[in-house]
């Protein structure tokens, strides 16, 4: 059964590091997100790409970070300079149609600042 | 504001029924979604109501009210497995607001 790759499972960094999580959503899927968990507390709404272009984005999503799908199979989430609270879980997803019907999640990056 | 509302905690047997509550405000609203998480692990997507009423997929069933901004998830002949965190959330105008979640404790 296809399913949403996430590499790498866990990444540790500096502060004031960048960072790229990468993600590669299940082939014929044309919706992409992003998501974090910080530990213990409620997931969270980063972005969504549709099309090659961003479609919604969180007040978290600001200019420190940045989505791209540099070619037909990946979908990274860039994090310019990190911060302590950045550490969180990022889960990637993907789905088929759009209206953020039925997604499909990663198994997530775990990102530790130091 | 934007809120999603729902208990934290509830236990429930084995081989039982459980209801898990949720109430929404969303600045609009564009459906709402219910999600599964184990420990440690991805949400794994349940449902996702747009329309009023109830919609079932084989043990569990969701419930939508959009004039009473009010959710539920219907879990059916409970298993050991089921025990997890229940996410409720809402997609507004621009974005997906999560709840805390529920987390569910099933008993033999």
């Known amino acids: 059964e296809p399913e949403v790759t996430q590499t790498p499972s866990h990444q540790v960094t500096q502060m004031g590091q960048e960072v790229i999580l990468r993600c590669v959503p299940i082939?014929?899927?044309?919706?992409f997100y992003w998501y974090r968990q910080i530990l213990g507390q409620k997931v969270e709404f980063l972005v969504s790409?549709?099309?090659?272009?961003?479609?919604?984005k969180s007040e978290i999503f600001d200019d420190q970070f940045s989505v791209e799908r540099p070619d037909g199979s990946n979908f990274t989430l860039k994090i310019r300079s990190t911060k302590l609270e950045d550490s969180a879980m990022y889960f990637c997803?993907?789905?088929?149609?759009?209206?953020?019907?039925?997604?499909?999640f990663g198994p997530g990056t775990r990102l530790t600042v130091l | 504001g934007q809120n999603i509302d729902q208990p934290t905690e509830m236990t429930a047997t084995e081989g039982a029924i459980v209801q898990i509550n949720c109430t929404y405000q969303?600045?609009?609203?564009?459906?709402l979604f219910w999600y599964q998480q184990h420990a440690g692990e991805a949400p794994t997507f349940l449902s996702y109501?747009?329309?009023?009423g109830l919609e079932e997929k084989g043990r569990f069933s969701s419930f939508l009210s959009r004039s009473k901004g009010y959710s539920y998830l219907l879990l059916k002949e409970l298993q050991m497995k089921d025990s997890a965190s229940y996410l409720c959330?809402?997609?507004?105008?621009?974005?997906?607001?999560f709840g805390s979640g529920t987390r569910l404790s099933i008993r033999p």
């Open positions: 997803a993907s789905g088929l149609a759009g209206g953020y019907n039925e997604q499909f």
């Open positions: 082939s014929n899927h044309l919706y």
């Open positions: 790409f549709y099309n090659n272009e961003i479609s919604e």
């Open positions: 969303t600045s609009g609203f564009n459906g």
């Open positions: 109501n747009v329309l009023d």
């Open positions: 959330a809402g997609r507004g105008a621009s974005k997906i607001i």
